[in-house]
């Protein structure tokens, strides 16, 4: 804004030094100066001053790219082990927490059971039945053969645990007509023999194997002797 001002500043300072030279006293020789040809020339001269201002002001339409660089991306070894400062960090696990990579190893049963009974009900003599003293009675439970190992054969038995055995003997599995197979049910049955003294009394039985190993679930009777 400076520089037009002053341009235009000097063009009307030369036509004023032209019309003073054109109004002073001529010389008997010289030349007659046209005005209009003073006043032209004066506005080209401003022209081009400000033409050659302009074009050093105006910005040039071509713009210069600018290049931004893309942030690093981080190697697999930087993500499986940061780094704080210059030392890696190590990564230290929790006590009590296992770490991804490690197996977890899951028990195992210890074995199936080769010998087994269960108790399924009572034939006779339900618990709490009044005997008198010294009446005999036949006791009998139904038992399962749970077990995986085989059949009862000879040599198992239903023999006497702990308590009163009021008089009972074992039964003992004899030949084939008595074998007992797994998954089957059977009625066994013991002979016993009321105490003569009233009151409760009772007595719990369990199976034998070949072995002479108890196995399985307890049998019990339990009765009121009175007179």
Same mark, same amino acid.
């Given at each position: 804004?400076?520089?037009? =001002? ?25 030349? !007659?100066?046209?005005? @209009? ?55 230290? !696990? ?5 770490? !991804? ?37 036949? =006791? ?32 003992? &599995?004899?030949? =084939?007509? @008595? ?43 339990? &009765?009121?002797? @009175?007179?």
């Amino acid at each position: 804004m400076r520089n037009t =001002k002053r341009i235009i500043n000097f063009g009307l300072l030369l036509i004023v030094v032209l019309l003073t030279a054109c109004g002073g006293q001529k010389s008997p020789d010289a030349t !007659p100066v046209d005005p @209009q040809a003073v006043f032209t020339a004066a506005a080209q001269t401003v022209s081009a001053e400000l033409t050659q201002t302009a074009s050093a002001s105006t910005p040039t339409s071509e713009a210069t790219a600018t290049f931004t660089p893309e942030p690093p991306t981080p190697t697999q070894s930087a993500i499986e082990s940061p780094t704080l400062g210059s030392q890696p960090v190590e990564l230290t !696990p929790i006590a009590g927490i296992p770490s !991804p990579t490690q197996s977890l190893s899951l028990g195992t049963p210890s074995g199936v059971i080769c010998d087994d009974a269960a108790y399924v009900a009572d034939i006779t003599v339900p618990d709490g039945t009044v005997m008198k003293p010294g009446e005999d009675f036949q =006791k009998i439970w139904r038992i399962k053969n749970t077990g995986a190992c085989g059949r009862w054969d000879e040599g198992f038995q239903l023999a006497f645990a702990f308590g009163e055995p009021m008089g009972g003997k074992p039964y003992l &599995i004899k030949d =084939k007509s @008595q074998f007992v197979f797994p998954g089957d049910t059977v009625d066994l049955r013991i002979h016993m023999t009321a105490p003569s003294k009233e009151g409760d009394h009772s007595g719990c039985w369990r199976m034998k194997n070949d072995s002479d190993v108890y196995f399985g679930g307890i049998v019990c009777v339990s &009765i009121k002797v @009175q007179k």
